[in-house]
């Protein structure tokens, strides 16, 4: 730490006004103060003095992410030696070497060109460096498929940074959260790579090795929307054993990243549970009304029990780390039920009903992420009218 | 409008000072697309690529220029109370001109463009423009102004079909761009962006092209 803060020392000179590098004095200041605690206060105004501000809140998320990162780069590698039959034979730790030599390349991808963006921005418009990316750059890459080339990763950041974000006016002021911004960028640019089965598991094959037979590369959602067999089971998925975005398909380890998020109270708990009814909700009346369906197909994913919908696809991903991002989410307490409730609704709704899109929370949360002023001003004006009708009755009496 | 009187009375040259701003304001500073946000829909229909892009710019062109000088020779004998039926008329009979040129010599393109030529007729900066400038100026301005508002119309549709032509399917005009070899298909890297070839993608070059102007030029910052 004292090698830090007499590096940073040495350098402030060039940084501050009349130095040589006066204009990238938002780049030393986005340095120094995430190292350390910035040694001036503020003078006007009041302030809340609190232990948390942005940057632990972040880092706080990313540390609820850290189980569902291992785990993915853990089941990266079993699915690939799985689907060359050497799941048995390789070891535990060469399966997370394998996962990590591909997924920690798309990390760097994703915060150096993010963090780029975001520094070119700052010194452009002589702002203060925000760290709203620090955790859309982990959330990235957990939501990409294992295959995906490292280029696409920097594409969809640079889309989501600029266009999701800088124009609207930087962190904080985003409509969209950036992740699924960057998502669904690639998935509708190179959907070739986002979508189907061949993407989910890397099959490339060293010599002497080849692919199993019978071996299918389709994610639980995929299966059931093209009415396929699904050959995992209940269990499989709920630990995450099954294909999919890297950091999405173990529910057990979003569980431990949504009880770190709960108890230090940074994750909104009504999002989650509205999220979690509206889906539970959404899949009752599917299955209700699954024998009117319009295909064999259809009818099979309607009929899947509403809780397993739960543990498929992305669902518990997107519910704990993304609806509840605090600034696309809604910000009363009675919106956030109702953006929760209608995020979970949406997002079973649109992977059964449209199996071009078998992964429906990502437009679910995308959708409500714009529909969330909306509420929010609802719920506003509907708390004025009530006040505005007590006082009338208070002043007739 | 009608009652707009003409108020410069003494002879101008033919590309005095003023005329020749009626061309360069609306390539960028009142530039119809960008700054008036008018005849959207079309800039986003047709940009997929720059050849159907370019045919309907000349189409424009065309009818935005010729429509001026018609509506601005009959300005003094259109009743103020049917002024937009006439000119609706007179863009129709224009339109209807262009789209059988088309559909003679360019089949292709036309069938390409579809309903976008016929759509020519209520195209905003279309009747903007006569409501606006034909109907209070002489034929020779009028005419300006038409050229200088389908040039700025133009040069927005051919950028916005350049980046979506070069990006979206790795050609410009039909010519293959971006090296067959760099396919991942072929063994390369390179993939095509299929979300430029979906109007979003339009609607946010445009929006790009929105925000770099107004960063240039902050006075087109509106209030909020």
């Known amino acids: ?397 | 409008m009608a009652e707009v009187q003409e108020v410069k009375k003494e002879r101008e040259s033919l590309f005095s000072k003023n005329n020749r701003k009626l061309i360069s304001d609306p390539l960028n500073d009142s530039n119809p697309i960008t700054v008036q946000v008018l005849g959207i829909c079309s800039a986003l229909a047709i940009t997929v690529k720059l050849y159907p892009a370019l045919v309907m710019s000349i189409s424009v062109l065309f009818v935005l220029a010729m429509g001026n000088v018609v509506i601005s020779l009959m300005r003094n004998l259109i009743p103020n109370r049917i002024r937009i039926i006439v000119q609706l008329v007179v863009v129709a009979s224009l339109v209807i001109l262009v789209d059988q040129v088309l559909k003679a010599f360019v089949y292709d393109v036309s069938k390409e463009l579809s309903v976008f030529v016929g759509l020519i007729i209520t195209n905003c900066i279309i009747m903007g423009r006569f409501e606006a400038f034909a109907l209070g100026n002489g034929p020779w301005k009028s005419f300006l102004d038409g050229l200088g508002n389908a040039f700025g119309y133009a040069w927005i549709l051919l950028a916005v079909a350049f980046f979506r032509e070069l990006l979206g399917s790795g050609q410009l005009f039909g010519f293959q761009i971006i090296p067959e070899s760099w396919y991942l298909s072929e063994g390369g890297f390179y993939s095509d962006n299929g979300m430029m070839l979906l109007p979003p993608m339009a609607l946010i070059t445009v929006g790009i092209i929105i925000w770099v102007q107004r960063s240039r030029n902050t006075e087109l910052i509106e209030e909020n």
Not at chain 1, 346 to 353: D, E, H, K, Y
Request: with cysteine.
């Open chain 1, 1 to 397: 730490m004292k090698l830090f803060k007499n590096i940073l020392e040495s350098v402030k000179p060039h940084f501050v006004d009349g130095g040589k590098l006066e204009k990238y004095y938002p780049v030393y200041d986005g340095f120094a103060t995430f190292l350390f605690t910035p040694g001036h206060t503020s003078h006007s105004g009041a302030h809340v003095r609190d232990a948390i501000d942005l940057k632990r809140t972040m880092v706080t998320v990313i540390f609820a992410m850290v189980p569902a990162l291992l785990f993915g780069m853990w089941n990266a590698g079993n699915l690939h030696y799985g689907a060359l039959g050497l799941a048995e034979t390789v070891g535990f730790w060469d399966k997370f070497l394998w996962g990590a030599l591909k997924i920690v390349p798309m990390l760097i991808v994703s915060y150096g060109v993010g963090l780029g963006v975001e520094f070119i921005f700052c010194i452009i418009k002589k702002h203060q460096i925000q760290e709203g990316f620090l955790v859309s750059g982990m959330l990235i890459p957990l939501i990409m498929p294992i295959d995906i080339p490292l280029w696409m990763v920097a594409v969809s950041v640079v889309f989501a940074v600029v266009i999701g974000k800088e124009v609207f006016g930087g962190t904080g002021m985003n409509i969209l959260n950036p992740a699924l911004t960057a998502r669904a960028f690639a998935f509708f640019a190179y959907p070739t790579y986002m979508s189907g089965d061949k993407v989910w598991i890397n099959t490339s094959a060293a010599e002497g090795q080849s692919v199993v037979d019978g071996f299918s590369g389709a994610t639980v959602l995929g299966s059931y929307a093209t009415g396929g067999e699904v050959g995992y089971s209940t269990m499989d998925m709920f630990l995450g054993f099954i294909p999919g975005s890297i950091g999405e398909t173990s529910t057990l380890a979003v569980l431990i990243g949504a009880a770190i998020l709960l108890y230090t109270g940074i994750g909104s708990w009504r999002i989650m549970l509205s999220g979690l009814i509206g889906a539970l909700a959404m899949g009752l009346i599917f299955n209700t009304f699954a024998e009117y369906a319009i295909s064999p197909e259809q009818q099979s994913f309607m009929a899947v029990p509403a809780w397993q919908q739960l543990i498929m696809g992305g669902f518990a991903f997107g519910l704990v780390f993304m609806a509840t991002d605090p600034v696309s989410a809604a910000q009363t307490d009675k919106g956030k039920i109702i953006y929760g409730f209608l995020v979970g609704f949406f997002a079973i709704m649109i992977r059964v009903f449209n199996p071009a899109y078998p992964e429906g929370i990502m437009l679910a949360i995308l959708f409500m992420n714009v529909m969330a002023p909306l509420i929010d001003h609802y719920v506003v004006q509907g708390n004025i009218n009530k006040r505005k009708k007590r006082l009338a009755t208070v002043k007739a009496a």
